[in-house]
């Protein structure tokens, strides 16, 4: 198993442009998110799924969309980036909620928006 | 909402000496509690966690936690620092009734001194 890939591994943006981040585990995740990360701001939570066609807002979604139409992927879009937005970004999944389930972490993307 | 506090964002440790990171959390129920490790540009890593039972929890790389309901606490320890711990580590609390979403601390990045 690949486990949760994430591509690219960089990407410099300017101002107003668009782009999708990808994630995608080979390991059945029914749940699957996105976190970003900030020197000392830990990770916060962007947005979430608990299965295919069905997402839902974390901590700090503004800024980003995501769908689920598989079970295995789950796209970050970007509409229209911000110098805001430069961070790390990581996937995470895992099996179902309403247990606990270890999530597994994709090696992340740094985005730079000039 | 749940909450984690990790203080003191840097923490240097000589070889060979004890490791102790902190971590005091809020949660209105009994949380799950989880340790992560953050080795330089990769994914995180779980070290371990607590969920039920036993409150002195072992993880990989000779790591532990012990679960203090009293304090609110879930501090880690390891006996004697290796250089290769040298990492960021991130404490993060998840309330087991709900989605399985995750808050972390803004963690501890360890350096080790020969």
């Known amino acids: 198993n690949a486990g949760v890939t994430q591509t690219p591994k960089f990407q410099v943006l300017k101002t107003g442009q668009s782009m999708t981040l990808q994630c995608a585990q080979d390991?059945?995740?029914?749940?699957m998110s996105w976190y970003r990360q900030d020197p000392g701001m830990g990770l916060r939570l962007i947005h979430y799924?608990?299965?295919?066609?069905?997402?839902d807002q974390g901590e700090v979604p503004n800024g980003y969309n995501v769908s689920r139409s598989t079970t295995e992927d789950f796209p970050l879009r970007l509409l229209s980036a911000a110098p805001s937005q430069t961070s790390v970004y990581f996937c995470?999944?895992?099996?179902?909620?309403?247990?606990?389930?270890?999530?597994?972490f994709g090696p992340g993307t740094r985005l730079t928006v000039t | 909402a749940q909450s984690v506090t990790q203080l003191g964002s840097h923490v240097s440790v000589s070889e060979g000496a004890l490791v102790l990171l902190r971590c005091n959390y809020s949660?209105?129920?009994?949380?799950?509690l989880f340790w992560y490790v953050q080795y330089p540009n990769q994914g995180l890593q779980l070290l371990l966690k607590?969920?039920?039972?036993?409150?002195l929890v072992k993880g990989i790389n000779g790591f532990e936690a012990e679960f203090k309901k009293s304090e609110a606490s879930f501090h880690l320890t390891k006996p004697s620092a290796h250089m290769s711990d040298a990492a960021e580590y991130f404490c993060?609390?998840?309330?087991?009734?709900?989605?399985?979403?995750?808050?972390f601390g803004k963690g501890n990045q360890v350096v080790v001194i020969p």
């Open positions: 390991m059945n995740h029914e749940y």
């Open positions: 993060a609390v998840s309330d087991p009734g709900g989605n399985n979403r995750l808050a």
């Open positions: 607590y969920t039920t039972g036993a409150t």
């Open positions: 799924s608990v299965g295919a066609g069905i997402t």
């Open positions: 995470a999944s895992s099996y179902s909620t309403g247990r606990l389930y270890e999530q597994y």
């Open positions: 949660s209105s129920v009994p949380p799950y």
